[in-house]
């Protein structure tokens, strides 16, 4: 602008000032160029300088019919604009805010001198908004575009002011231009900005923001897509593009915006967006390759090191990351996330006592770390310190507790996270109060907390066999989700929640053996709507609890079309395998479960199952043990997990291994009964006959409280079976011996 240029020749400007004071008795002719407020031919009147009295004039011969315009005094204008930047000088360099308004006053009266300038114009609201006078300037500059409606420096002007307020969080109708809010005017000036210099991609950039905070997706792509094809290899176009297209959820399409740059027209932040890109599309390996990119380019950068050191324990390269980590710890000997990833590493390789240590050292440098807290409780759980595990949620609990009550949404999740993790302890000792306590305060939150509260306790009454009060609490749930729905009834979250809630109290139905009255309830919620595919999975797995194979299969059927996610596909598949399986059609089974894996390599429900069913055939034993160790390391407290592990080692008749995972196995999952007759083969099989005969009786005692649609009565006869032939057996070595054999 004008004045930044006039800044850089103070002493000229002052010497103008000066000599306009020495000449002001001299024609004004000489001093003044013309403009266009008045003919090149005709003289601009002399004008006095500030204090002096203006010198008189002859009265015109004739005078005219109309008044001319005052003609602008160059000048006169110059000295006020000298004068207004040394006063804007020193107020910043002498810090004397006073000496703003002088320089104001200064800016003014260079306009009364020369009132159509616009460089006058612009250079008085710039001074306005960069004094934080953001009204009086947007006030200036939009009387400047009246007459001057393309003027750039204004609508750049307007732009940034309306910018500002924007940060500011604000977003009301403007007192100046009350024609719409800050951010329809912002978008309005960019789009003039853009209309006048189209090449510019710096404000297209700007323009396409401000269409993605519009939630105009359409338009903000044009926008970047435009400055992409002015600048392809922008780092700024080429990140705000992915950046559109993340927020879309279309991880992919965003991917690709940073894979068509050249790897050498790569940036560090590109390679590292590619990277985040990367590990949201489950491609740890790529992600590491972009990451290690991005540190090649930017060794220093600790963002991109932690990110890599992530990658690699995304992908299981536990040496890596641990190295990674530990490097980032070493640098930075306060990095308490560093220390809770290596405990965590360490905690995963199976180095319980280290892993601890570590996270103890983490918790004691930052007490106040949830992720820490969480590590700690998790490895004294898998450690099978059950009661120390405990202990460590009920800390994080109170940590994250409120005395009012009041939780943010991240707040909540952390609780609730806490709490569910708690609970899940209290379960598996059996505790069923104390646990079903645990969801309750997640219940008492609300929202989002709520359902899994209520879901919480479902499954811990379902598990411990009492169907009776699953059913109750389900009840309770689908009460207070249609009050809630009174209360907000165009909410959609609420709808969902609601959704899920009513096939929660149905599936409750069914295990307590009223299938009817669930399946009735189930098939009411069906509306030919997208959310018709939930209810479909659902009532197939009703079916296929009761072992109505073909209404199963029908249900998945018009699932289908309705599933489009790949998680979802994912799913279907996994539950299509699990009813050709249950049907002992087990190459099918396979098939599926393998079209499984193909979408979500890392599903850990679908690694187990195929594992299971191929360990229980006694076939590819070294494949299914790695199926399951993999289903494993992915969730290493899952009850059912570890038995699958330890009955793959008992096929391979590494009898150490299977003991050590079926015991863990017994002790998270006291009520299964398969579990209990797993150990019990393994006791058997290692001549431990009254170990043996203790496991099947409480296979059996398990499978007598057990809903009617989960047992297989070809199962409870195997059991039944061998528990009598135990019986005989130790009945025949009391005998020879006398006296009960120690075991």
Do not use: C
């Amino acid at each position: 602008m004008m004045k930044a240029k006039l800044r850089l020749l103070p002493l000229w400007l002052k010497l103008a000032a000066a000599l306009l004071v020495l000449l002001t008795a001299v024609p004004s002719r000489a001093q003044t160029a013309p403009t266009d407020n008045f003919p090149p031919d005709t003289a601009a009147p002399a004008k006095s300088s500030p204090g002096q009295a203006a010198p008189t004039q002859a009265a015109p011969a004739k005078a005219p019919a109309e008044a001319a315009p005052a003609p602008a005094d160059r000048a006169v204008a110059y000295y006020h604009l000298a004068l207004a930047n040394t006063y804007e000088e020193e107020a910043a360099e002498l810090g004397r805010p006073e000496l703003v308004t002088r320089a104001i006053e200064e800016y003014k009266l260079a306009l009364n001198a020369d009132p159509g300038s616009p460089q006058l114009n612009n250079g008085l609201a710039d001074l306005y908004f960069r004094t934080g006078h953001s009204h009086d300037a947007e006030v200036t500059a939009r009387a400047l575009l009246k007459n001057s409606p393309n003027d750039m420096d204004a609508h750049k002007l307007l732009g940034r002011i309306y910018l500002r307020l924007l940060g500011d969080g604000q977003n009301a109708v403007s007192s100046a231009s009350p024609s719409g809010n800050v951010l329809d005017q912002a978008i309005a000036e960019f789009e003039k900005i853009v209309a006048l210099q189209p090449k510019s991609v710096e404000d297209r950039m700007v323009l396409g923001q401000l269409y993605t905070v519009k939630h105009q997706p359409q338009k903000a792509e044009d926008e970047f897509k435009t400055a992409q094809a002015i600048e392809p290899e922008s780092e700024e176009v080429v990140l705000n593009l992915a950046r559109l297209y993340a927020e879309s959820n279309d991880i992919e399409h965003a991917a690709k915006v940073i894979e068509d740059v050249p790897v050498t027209g790569r940036t560090s932040k590109m390679e590292f967006a590619l990277g985040a890109a990367y590990d949201q599309l489950k491609r740890p390996q790529d992600a590491i390759a972009a990451y290690r990119r991005a540190a090649g380019m930017d060794p220093g950068d600790t963002q991109t090191l932690d990110a890599l050191a992530q990658a690699l324990l995304n992908d299981n390269q536990l040496d890596e990351a641990l190295k990674q980590f530990k490097e980032l710890a070493d640098a930075d000997p306060e990095n308490v996330e560093a220390l809770v990833h290596i405990g965590e590493i360490q905690r995963r390789q199976g180095k319980y006592d280290e892993a601890l240590a570590t996270i103890r050292k983490a918790r004691k440098q930052d007490p106040t770390s949830l992720e820490a807290g969480f590590n700690e409780g998790l490895t004294l759980d898998q450690m099978g310190r059950y009661d120390e595990a405990a202990q460590a949620y009920e800390k994080m609990v109170d940590q994250t507790s409120h005395a009012n009550g009041a939780y943010t949404a991240e707040e909540k999740n952390s609780r609730s996270f806490f709490l569910e993790r708690l609970a899940a302890v209290y379960a598996g000792q059996n505790k069923i109060d104390q646990a079903v306590a645990a969801y309750q305060k997640m219940i008492d939150m609300g929202g989002e907390s709520a359902l899994r509260g209520f879901e919480g306790q479902v499954e811990t009454y379902g598990e411990a066999k009492m169907f009776d009060r699953a059913v109750e609490v389900s009840r309770k749930a689908v009460e207070a989700s249609g009050k809630a729905i009174e209360a907000n009834p165009k909410d959609p979250d609420l709808k969902a929640k609601d959704l899920e809630l009513k096939l929660m109290f149905a599936g409750a139905l069914v295990e307590q053996g009223k299938t009817e009255d669930g399946l009735a309830l189930a098939k009411g919620l069906l509306d030919n709507s997208d959310k018709d595919r939930l209810v479909w999975l659902r009532l197939g797995q009703f079916y296929t609890q009761m072992h109505r194979w073909k209404d199963a299969d029908e249900a998945y059927a018009k699932a289908g079309p309705l599933t489009t996610k790949k998680e979802d596909r994912t799913y279907l598949l996994f539950l299509k395998g699990a009813l050709a399986e249950r049907q002992k059609h087990y190459e099918p089974a396979e098939q599926f479960f393998r079209q499984a894996l193909d979408l979500d390599p890392s599903s850990a429900m679908t690694l187990n199952y195929l594992g299971y069913m191929l360990a229980d055939k006694g076939i590819r034993l070294p494949e299914a043990l790695k199926l399951i160790r993999k289903a494993v390391d992915l969730e290493p407290m899952n009850g059912a997990y570890l038995d699958s592990l330890g009955w793959v080692y008992f096929k391979l008749g590494q009898y150490e291994q299977a003991e050590e995972n079926l015991r863990q196995a017994a002790e998270r999952d006291r009520t299964d009964p398969t579990v209990h007759d797993h150990l019990g083969d393994l006791y058997e099989k290692t001549g431990r006959i009254r170990l043996a005969a203790a496991q099947w009786e409480l296979s059996l005692s398990e499978y007598a409280k057990s809903a009617a649609a989960d047992v297989e009565p070809g199962d409870v006869a195997k059991v039944q079976k061998k528990l009598e032939s135990a019986r005989v057996k130790l009945a025949k070595q009391e005998s020879a011996a006398g006296q009960p054999k120690p075991e």
